[in-house]
């Protein structure tokens, strides 16, 4: 019997709805709410540190479309039992919306695609590092109640008042359990310490004017510990590096990556950031109605000289019909 205190998964029917010929998955919905989210935010805090208003949009469009491609890689790479083998379809490995994607996986094909827009827009990566690190663990955050739907990423037996009842048929339960066992919800323990991430972060952020990377830093260090804990009790099946589970593994890396950057950055500067621009300039609305001006004039300029080797090249043309003749 379902203990009474207990946290339901909702109804496998719940997972999907149709209008019309079109069906929704509420996993892929809520990873599209939470990047709606983490733009919206990230623009205001580019905005705030002297960024064009919503160039968040030139770096988010190719750094979602490599990011859920790096997250799908990543999870089917580790997880290779689940789509390779007797007994599963080849197409199994683009169903994003049965879940499996990996977010460390997302952060580098995110992240690599980012790099290169910030390079090309002459924007400093760090600082949009910074700017989107609080956002995107609060897209995170979010995107874990599809995981509750998809009835996935649960932990160990429990008997606490809030285990997770998980119904069967599922993969995951490991065999010989009884069909009343609880499980820890370990996606909503990951939602919540990612929330709480997300205002100790902020928190920081303000008190000691963080910049220059010191920002992403310590959302490396704060996601990869909480991943670390958290994926240790998962009962799901993962491949194993080093003796640890791959995704522990990848969170390990995380956090030294984190701690590393932290310190060189540290030490680096121990100035205020005073622009995200590589050139130090910072937008502004007569800043930007300048450039307009000077690619205006600079194109009326380039006119005349146009038009006058256009009639240069007519006379000529002329002369040459008049020797001909």
Not at 71 to 77: E, M, Q, T
Request: some cysteine; overall charge negative; glycine content about 8%.
């Amino acid at each position: 019997m379902i203990a009474p205190a207990s946290i339901p998964s909702p109804p496998a029917e719940w997972a999907s709805f149709s209008i019309g010929p079109l069906t929704f998955h509420v996993y892929a919905l809520v990873i599209v709410l939470g990047i709606v989210l983490a733009v919206w935010w990230t623009n205001k805090r580019l905005t705030a540190r002297g960024g064009e208003p919503w160039i968040i949009i030139d770096i988010a469009v190719p750094a979602v479309i490599f990011g859920l491609l790096g997250a799908r890689l990543y999870h089917v790479f580790t997880h290779p039992a689940d789509y390779f083998g007797a007994g599963h379809e080849w197409w199994e490995v683009f169903a994003i919306w049965q879940g499996g994607n990996a977010i460390i996986g997302g952060l580098i094909g995110g992240a690599a695609a980012a790099w290169v827009v910030c390079r090309l827009r002459g924007i400093r990566f760090l600082s949009f590092a910074d700017a989107v690190a609080p956002p995107l663990l609060a897209a995170q955050a979010i995107g874990r109640i599809g995981n509750w739907f998809n009835h996935e990423l649960f932990g160990w037996p429990t008997d606490l008042p809030w285990g997770l009842e998980i119904p069967a048929p599922n993969a995951a339960i490991p065999v010989g359990l009884p069909a009343d066992t609880l499980f820890h919800p370990t996606f909503l323990y990951e939602m919540l310490w990612n929330l709480v991430g997300v205002g100790l972060i902020v928190l920081l952020e303000r008190v000691f004017r963080m910049r220059w990377g010191k920002t992403v830093a310590l959302y490396f260090i704060w996601y990869g510990i909480g991943r670390m804990m958290i994926e240790s009790i998962r009962v799901d099946y993962s491949e194993i590096i080093f003796g640890l589970r791959s995704n522990v593994f990848g969170a390990l890396v995380l956090v030294l990556i984190g701690l590393v950057l932290f310190i060189v950055q540290l030490r680096r500067h121990r100035r205020d950031e005073v622009s995200i621009y590589a050139d130090g300039h910072v937008w502004s609305e007569d800043l930007d109605a300048t450039s307009s001006a000077n690619e205006t004039a600079a194109t009326d300029s380039a006119r005349p000289d146009a038009d006058a080797e256009e009639e240069s090249t007519t006379t000529d043309d002329q002369n040459e019909k008049a020797e001909s003749n």
